[in-house]
């Protein structure tokens, strides 16, 4: 059996490759907000970190984002997205169970 291709993305915080679904999308609209995708659908540059808590605070502390997403974050964005961060973690936890039922 062929093992199903996954979309890998890299986690900029730890640098470590992932699939996509391991991973939370944090996206810079066209508007220039910077918000937490769960969807990974939203237009806008996008930059992936791994589900926890601890590879925010590390993306955060090296201001990982402002490269990733080629912008100067505002330290008050970093602190809205932890927070957000932390919300959505456990909704992220749930789908993520969710999508590895269905089969794509
Ligand atoms: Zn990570």
Sequence with gaps: MKPRKVPLRKCIA??????????????????????????????????????QVDCFRLAKKSRA?????KAQVEPVIYDQLEQDFIAVEDEFIANKERAEDDDE
């Design 65 to 69: 984002f402002d490269r990733a997403l």
């Design 14 to 51: 730890c640098q470590r490759m992932m699939p996509k679904k391991e991973l939370i999308r944090v996206v810079r609209t066209p508007e220039a907000n910077v918000l937490i995708d769960l969807t990974g659908k939203k237009a806008g540059r996008g930059a992936y970190l791994c589900g």
